[in-house]
């Protein structure tokens, strides 16, 4: 499910991650904003032209000279935080394993 939220844009990623934090609190039984869930989508960069030595060269693209920059895919990352005063009561496992039970219901 997650890797799908790759094809939303800026808006829709705010947007599911406000909607997730709200069905994580319903599912954990607590108040709004205990617990944050926090949708990072990172981007594959665009092309960068480089200029050739000559001008009757080829042109260039960093991408094709640099492996690292032609490796470099866009990914989507999840982080989840919980009020301090409730870190003891709920743990990491719980929180993951709602989370995962929320993330197959959005799917």
């Given amino acids: ?8 844009d800026e808006n829709e990623v ?6 997730l934090s709200k069905a994580m609190c319903k ?5 709004a904003d205990q ?9 594959k960069p665009k092309s960068i032209h480089i200029k050739g030595d000559r001008l009757q060269d080829q042109p260039k693209y960093l991408e094709d000279e640099s492996d690292v920059i032609g490796a470099i895919e866009s990914k989507i990352y ?30």
């Fill in 1 to 8: 499910m997650i890797e799908s939220l790759l094809k939303f």
């Fill in 14 to 19: 705010a947007d599911t991650s406000i909607e």
């Fill in 27 to 31: 599912e954990l039984d607590l108040k």
């Fill in 35 to 43: 617990l944050i869930v926090d949708l990072v989508k990172s981007r």
């Fill in 78 to 107: 999840l982080k989840a935080y919980i009020h301090p005063a409730l870190s003891h009561k709920i743990s990491e496992n719980d929180i993951e394993k709602h989370l995962k039970k929320e993330l197959e219901t959005w799917s």
